[in-house]
């Protein structure tokens, strides 16, 4: 059974969230109202996966996903909350979260988060996380089918592969690389990668 700690400062939140997962199976190890609290909590019971709101009365959930990840490789994080910005999802995303789900959303995507969780932790998925990253990738003034060829360099495909795999020929994914490196300020695929990952432009 996986279990799971509730972090937000609304006790009704809490006590819905309480109810719901446990009808579905999960073990609710515990809750939280704040920061400090959480911390507590996650630290005594260890649990698979923590359900966490990014506003929090002494800090930001971005704090705890942070001190979280930092302590533990294998601990699922889910951010439940009603801000899906695209920066608060890229931020959720670098902090170490590996799911971002919005307050609005039926609880099956809730639950669908924290069974991918619990199983990828380092891994992330989040509906608009492709619209964050496109929006992120704008100030580099890639085009979309840039923006495509980028997000494969990551797996090391090679030229011949993200041809096929994007139905294009090799002549124009080399014309596509050549443009993404110079808007990139790169010379290489390597670099390309180094670069797009520092600024959240691909997930691997």
Known sequence: ???????????VVREGLYRALSTHGFEISAQAATLAEARAQIAHVNPDVI???LNLPDGTGFDLISWARGISKT??????TFNDSDAHVLAAMKAGASAYINKSAPIMELIAAIEYSAKSPLSFT???????IRAKNERFDLTAREFD???????GASTAEIA?????SQATIKTHLASIFRKLEVTNRTAAVTKARKHNLVVD
Not at 1 to 11: L, S
Not at 75 to 80: D, F, M, S
Not at 149 to 155: A, D, F, K, Q
């Open 51 to 53: 359900v966490v709101d």
């Open 1 to 11: 059974m996986t279990r799971v700690v509730i972090v937000d400062d609304h006790a």
């Open 149 to 155: 060829v980028l997000g494969l360099l990551p797996s």
């Open 75 to 80: 601990i699922g994080i889910v951010v439940l």
């Open 164 to 168: 096929l795999g994007l139905f294009l």
């Open 126 to 132: 989040a509906k608009s996380l492709s619209g964050a």
